[in-house]
């Protein structure tokens, strides 16, 4: 639901990189599965303001980092796209993250 | 094979429908940012963190469904604390929950998101210029409802504290990862109607520890008051730091 904010921000923070006179034709991000982000609605709100912003060829190329944990029980670093996988040595529940609320611009392209 | 357009995936073509011949052969000069989206909202968050410092304020970010029982747990805070504490009020309309914080003897001011689904750092750094901090110690910001979007708004809080009520079932704490990974603090609410329903405590606090393994879970009942007692410990402990 807050994605129309997102992609406005995202908006703003690309536009002073974008050299006089030339097109934003690409938004890079990375997302991570814990950044609390819905893609598909991200896109939509990004499409849509793109056109009125007068960039309207600007997409978003949204790159998907992986959670990382590392669990708590038998030490194993994993990474899951999903949350509710718990550790693939030992099963164990109990862990601790060390990645995955990335949500940064890594690139545009003109 | 996208079934609507007969793209790709959206990966590749970010699902945007061109109108016109759009020839991917353009050379396209690419520069680097390498710049969190949330940029501008932590500039602000950092601002608020050391005026809260400045003020030797404790604050909380509390989040929870719409009906969770967040301001009927604030009522009970107000009259413990009284004049000590203080509430930012973030709802999409009409000022109700702020007028029965102060009603129960606590300063409450209310934002109205006009629709936002969150608080940001910057309304909050206003709304801070109406309150009169004097006595104040402990700084409760009541979020919008909404299990999701305000988990990415970091305000500037020491911590975040979700409610999850028993009626809403064992089952959010995975449905929600990205606001119970953040989360100090959890109150299980309505722990009065336990025995009508089939909500396994144990499972949600295990849940929300596999986020976060320091995760602190109290089981209260706002209306009965049980478990009160503890959270009123634990606050009052982190304002005497």
């Known amino acids: 639901m807050h994605e129309l904010s997102l992609a406005t921000e995202i908006i703003e923070l690309a536009r002073p990189h974008i050299p006089k006179g ?52 038998c030490g194993h670093e994993y990474e899951t796209v999903t949350v509710e996988q718990f550790c693939p040595a030992c099963s164990s529940m109990a862990r601790t993250m060390l990645s995955g609320t990335e949500f940064s611009i890594n690139f545009i392209e003109v | 094979m996208c079934d609507t357009c007969g793209c790709l995936s959206p990966s590749e073509t970010g699902h945007h429908h061109h109108h016109h011949d759009h020839k991917h052969t353009h050379e396209h000069k690419q520069i680097a940012i390498g710049e969190s989206v949330m940029a501008r909202n932590d500039e602000y968050a950092e601002k608020n963190r050391a005026h809260f410092a400045e003020k030797r304020l404790f604050v909380i970010n509390l989040i929870s469904s719409p009906g969770s029982g967040k301001t009927a747990v604030l009522e009970v805070l107000a009259r413990h604390f009284g004049s000590r504490m203080a509430v930012i009020e973030g709802d999409i309309q009409t000022s109700r929950d702020a007028d029965r914080v102060t009603a129960a003897g606590s300063a409450a001011h209310q934002i109205e998101t006009q629709g936002a689904c969150h608080l940001d750092a910057h309304s909050v750094g206003h709304a801070l210029a109406h309150l009169d901090l004097e006595t104040v110690k402990l700084i409760i910001i009541e979020n919008v409802g909404n299990l999701v979007c305000p988990s990415t708004y970091d305000l500037g809080e020491n911590e975040k504290m979700a409610i999850l009520s028993l009626p809403e079932g064992d089952d959010k704490v995975l449905k929600y990862p990205a606001l119970f990974h953040r989360v100090k603090t959890l109150l299980i609410n309505k722990m009065d109607l336990s025995p009508y329903l089939q909500f396994d405590v144990d499972r949600a606090e295990a849940e929300c520890r596999s986020l976060n393994p320091e995760v602190q879970s109290f089981r209260v009942s706002a209306t009965t008051g049980v478990g009160m007692d503890a959270l009123f410990a634990y606050l009052e402990d982190r304002i005497g730091e």
């Open chain 1, 22 to 73: 030339e097109m934003l034709k690409v938004v890079g991000l990375i997302v991570g599965p814990l950044a609390g982000v819905c893609e598909e609605s991200l896109r939509f709100c990004f499409a849509e303001l793109v056109r009125l912003e007068g960039f309207p060829e600007a997409m978003l190329q949204i790159e998907s980092a992986p959670a990382r944990f590392q669990c708590l029980d």
